[in-house]
T-cell receptor, first 116, second 111 residues
Framework: AQTVTQSQPEMSVQEAETVTLSCTYD???????LFWYKQPPSRQMILVIR??????QNATENRFSVNFQKAAKSFSLKISDSQLGDAAMYFC?????????????FGTGTSLTVIP | DSGVTQTPKHLITATGQRVTLRCSPR?????VYWYQQSLDQGLQFLIQ???????AKGNILERFSAQQFPDLHSELNLSSLELGDSALYFC??????????FGPGTRLTVL
């Protein structure tokens, strides 16, 4: 089974600064999707960004961007100009393109604190 | 708003009881997933249904069961409840080759 590892249980960043959250995964597949989800104190799971493995270009959504290194099986999330509202738990997730179950695999999460 | 609805939002019950959680996926989504999230924990995948059929099973206890109905809504049944079953239960849905969207969750408290 695929595994997703987030090695940073907690991170902090000063407001307006940049922070990078790490994620690595293990797979033998060549086609798949990767996601970052945000879970603020409300506990709602919110999609932040997604990346298709066949695309070499890194995905970007406003202040959020990823650094996707397919060979290294790395998928880090960069948050620029951090805001207080970015404080949340961030989960990295993997989804197989060909997995008949279309199962998603989640990391254990990184808790991000934004310091005013 | 993700388009995924879950009811009820909160549920308080006693040990040994049985409860049913309900989920309606986004319009057009055939896949429904159930997750359990205990306090300060990550997401534990329980089970997935696709168009009424079970597709994948995770760490789901035998006391738990689920089904997906012809109208694609899904129910998660939890029986013989224990204190440790207290958690946030998420439902998510996805379409083919698409992203997983989460409902707001049902917070279950077992006393």
């Amino acid at each position: 089974a695929q595994t997703v590892t987030q090695s940073q249980p907690e991170m902090s960043v000063q407001e307006a600064e940049t922070v990078t959250l790490s994620c690595t995964y293990d797979t033998s597949e060549s086609d798949y999707y990767l996601f970052w989800y945000k879970q603020p104190p409300s506990r709602q799971m919110i999609l932040v960004i997604r990346q298709e493995a066949y695309k070499q270009q890194n995905a970007t959504e406003n202040r959020f961007s990823v650094n996707f290194q397919k060979a290294a099986k790395s998928f880090s999330l960069k948050i620029s100009d951090s805001q207080l509202g970015d404080a949340a738990m961030y989960f990295c997730a993997y989804r197989s393109e060909w997995n008949t179950g279309n199962q998603f695999y989640f990391g254990t999460g990184t808790s991000l604190t934004v310091i005013p | 708003d993700s388009g995924v609805t879950q009811t009820p939002k909160h549920l308080i019950t006693a040990t040994g009881q049985r409860v049913t959680l309900r989920c309606s996926p986004r319009s057009g989504d055939l896949s429904v997933y159930w997750y359990q999230q205990s306090l300060d924990q990550g997401l534990q995948f329980l089970i997935q249904y696709y168009n009424g059929e079970e597709r994948a099973k995770g760490n789901i206890l035998e006391r738990f069961s689920a089904q997906q109905f012809p109208d694609l809504h899904s129910e998660l049944n939890l029986s013989s409840l224990e204190l440790g079953d207290s958690a946030l239960y998420f439902c998510a849905s996805s379409g083919e080759g698409d992203t997983q969207y989460f409902g707001p969750g049902t917070r279950l408290t077992v006393l």
